[in-house]
Every structure is written in structure tokens, then in C-alpha cells.
């Protein structure tokens, strides 16, 4: 199998990692054509140093040539690049290729998850091509093998099913799933949650306030997926659940250490200089908060995270939502 993947940062090298260990020959396209040197000289040392990468790897400058002949497209880049992205591709992606973005997101102007803006770029040809790889899978992990579970979306049976044997190994285990919406919404609703447990703990709480935010987090996600068309047992699997744990519980986590340094009074851009690479929650709070809105869906923790980091508001206000909302039940 010949693939292409689009995006050469630590997700995308880590799952080109996993896929040429199959023997597959994929060829790592970016617009940072130092990294694809680096890549070329079988390691990405911008992104995942000290990962050897297989020789069947290579970085390709040439955005025709990555994807000339390829049997599987990988969109690996970040959310806010997807839609120029794609449509730079969509003359040259061969029309029996399957396609698999890996980026967790909202387009902040249109509200677009990552499906719709791939069906709003791509031919209708290329539809039933797509499908939605997400869940708990830190990239560092991946490329070291060790043993990961993530959830393979897709509304045509037979791609996902091509895509999910594509990416099975011993070490990366992928499950099918219908519900494109419940895990496109958890992969990007689950970073602002991240971002609002980094910051209790960066203020110096501990494992129950923790445990309240993943767990009331969860609940708010829940309700967005619901409100958009979602299965509510998706965000009980990897892509939910899973996916908000392995993100809210770890330094491992970008989105988490972006508020773990807010939560210590950094500034967000101090923070983002150190981390040298993308949170997506960042990003993502301003289209779960904007998309919340428009759905009439109460999401406080989302709300919350987005006002501290794009409206000034303080990050320590957090004690202010357990100590002022209305009590309620739980499951109201």
C-alpha cells in the first residue's frame, strides 16, 4: 500500500511510523520542508526525536508527487490548515484512494467540523472515501509501539473497514464506528476540558476537583454531540471517555500543560513559546464555545475555559463555578 500523509508533526510522523511497519511505502508531505529533510534522514527531529523511522518513510516537498498513485490520504495537519490544505489536494487525490483525517477540530469561521469541511472541498466522488481516525493515543507512544486503542469513524462501511485494516498492528488497535459526528465532537470538545483540568492542578487542587472536570467535562460533550446528531454511547468508548482521560490526566498533554501553566498565572503566550508546537484547545474553545452557543447547549467549563483564554478573564474563576451555579440533578 502506497500512502500519503499530509502533515508532518508528531501525530502525523507517529502514524506514518505505525502504517510503514506494514511494509506500506508513505510519503510525509508539510509545508516545513526542514522537517521533511529531517524526515528524509529517517527521523523527525523537529516533532519526535529519538523515534528511527522506517526506510520505507520519506519526506516529499511536492504536494503531486506525495499523493501521485497513493492507495491511502492521511490529513494530519491542524484544524485551522485543513481547509487550505484540502483544497490544494483535491485535483490530485486519486479517485480510488481512501482518506482518513486525524485532526481534531472546529473551523472557527464556518463552525465546520473536520468532515465537513473535507465534504465541502473535496469532490463528491471522494465522499465515501472518508473516514475519521480519533481516541486516546499520545503520539510519542505510538512510535515507541506501545499498546493503543482508538476508534475509526466513517459513514461508508467498506472505507472504514479499508481504512481500520490499514492501520491495525500488534501495537495499534483500531475499532469501527458509524458515528462520524459523536467522535468528531468528543477529539475536539475533549482539548478545552484538558486545558480547564491543567489548570486546577496548576493551581494546586488535586484528584477529586480533577475527577469533577473530567467527569462534568464529559457531560458537556456529551450534551454538544447529542444536540448535533450524535450517539451518546460514543462518548463512553475511546473517542469520548478514553480520549478526555488519557488528555486531562497527563503532562504528555499539550492543551493540559497550556493550562496547567495558566492555572500557575503564566500567560498564554509564554506558554505556547515553551511548548514550541500547537494546542489545539486553544484554538478549539473558540468553535466549542461559538458552536455550544448556536446549539443552545450549557456548557460552563467550555464557556469558562474560552473567556479566560480569549477574553481576559481569569483562569482561577474556576472555583467560582462550583462554588455559585444553581444546584441541579445530575443528570438534568
Not at 28 to 48: C, G, K, P
Not at 101 to 114: P, R, Y
Amino acid at each position: 500500500m502506497r500512502v500519503a500523509m499530509l502533515g508532518a508533526g508528531s501525530w502525523g510522523t507517529a502514524l506514518a511510523y505505525t502504517l510503514a511497519t506494514k511494509g506500506f511505502a508513505v510519503s510525509m508531505w508539510d509545508v516545513n520542508t526542514a522537517v521533511l529533510e529531517s524526515i528524509s534522514q529517517h527521523e523527525n527531529t523537529r516533532y519526535l526525536p529519538g523515534i528511527t523511522l522506517p526506510e520505507t518513510v520519506l519526506g516529499v516537498a511536492d504536494l503531486p508527487t506525495a499523493l501521485a498513485d497513493v492507495d491511502l490520504v492521511v490529513f494530519a495537519v491542524p484544524s485551522g490548515a485543513m481547509r487550505v490544505v484540502a483544497e490544494q489536494a483535491q485535483m490530485l487525490i486519486p479517485p480510488s484512494a481512501l482518506i482518513c483525517s486525524v485532526t481534531k477540530g472546529i473551523e472557527v469561521a464556518t463552525l465546520m467540523t473536520m468532515s465537513e469541511v473535507l465534504e465541502d472541498v473535496l469532490p463528491a466522488g471522494l465522499h465515501e472515501r472518508l473516514t475519521f481516525l480519533s481516541g486516546p493515543s499520545f503520539a510519542v507512544e505510538v512510535a515507541r509501539e506501545f499498546p493503543t486503542a482508538v476508534t475509526i469513524a466513517g459513514r461508508h462501511q467498506e472505507s472504514t473497514l479499508g481504512v481500520q485494516r490499514a492501520f491495525h498492528t500488534p501495537f495499534f488497535r483500531p475499532y469501527a464506528s458509524e458515528d462520524v459526528v459523536g467522535v468528531e465532537i468528543a477529539g475536539c470538545a475533549k482539548n478545552v476540558i484538558a486545558i480547564a483540568c491543567g489548570a486546577s492542578d496548576g493551581m494546586g487542587y488535586d484528584a477529586n476537583t480533577r475527577a469533577a472536570i473530567i467527569t462534568r467535562g464529559l457531560a458537556e460533550i456529551t450534551r454538544l454531540a447529542v444536540a448535533r446528531g450524535g450517539n451518546p454511547l460514543t462518548l463512553a468508548g475511546l473517542s469520548g471517555v478514553g480520549d478526555l482521560v488519557l488528555t486531562c490526566s497527563s503532562v504528555k498533554s499539550r492543551n493540559y500543560r497550556v493550562g496547567f501553566g495558566m492555572g500557575q498565572g503564566r500567560h498564554l503566550e509564554d506558554v505556547q513559546a515553551e511548548l514550541g508546537q500547537v494546542a489545539e484547545g486553544v484554538v478549539n474553545a473558540r468553535s466549542v464555545n461559538a458552536l455550544a452557543e448556536l446549539a443552545g447547549v450549557e456548557m460552563p467549563l467550555s464557556a469558562l475555559v474560552h473567556a479566560a483564554l480569549h477574553e481576559g478573564r481569569i483562569i482561577n474563576d474556576l472555583e467560582q463555578l462550583f462554588a455559585d451555579r444553581p444546584l441541579k440533578a445530575e443528570l438534568e
